[in-house]
């Protein structure tokens, strides 16, 4: 098991889910003070897909680049699995986050940390995981 780089992804994820979702909550907050200044239908609409998308393009990077800086690579799988369920989680809770205080509820946000953190084990190993490994043959 490799339980450096699974403290690592933990470590990531929860950083990458922090700004994502504190990007989701100030981004809507500021399209709501656009829609109620705004006079026309659409007054707030050009804010409200700015932070949305914002925040999908943010968590897939945010990921990456905390793995690369522990020193992770072949994080492949954990970038695209995170990002889509990211997407699929924000979106599905989008009107909770809209709100004025609002949030994704606490288990929802665990959920998707626990799921990245068990993809942060994926990956190839590296030579010197390789060599510390026992041979059971």
Not at 121 to 134: L, V
Request: proline share 3%.
């Amino acid at each position: 098991m490799r339980y450096a780089r699974h403290a690592k992804g933990a470590l990531t994820v929860t950083a990458a889910t922090a700004a994502s979702h504190t990007l989701m909550a100030s981004g809507y907050t500021w399209a709501r003070d656009s829609a109620a200044a705004g006079d026309t239908v659409f007054s707030g609409a050009f804010e409200f897909l700015v932070t949305t998308a914002a925040s999908w393009a943010l968590m897939p990077l945010v990921l990456w680049a905390g793995m690369r800086a522990m020193g992770e690579v072949g994080n492949t799988v954990m970038l695209a699995t995170g990002g889509l369920f990211w997407v699929g989680l924000s979106g599905y809770f989008i009107d909770d986050i809209d709100r004025t205080g609002g949030q994704i509820p606490i288990l929802a946000l665990t959920a998707y940390v626990l799921l990245c953190t068990g993809l942060a084990g994926t990956g190839p190993s590296t030579a010197a995981e390789t060599a510390a490994e026992p041979n059971l043959s």
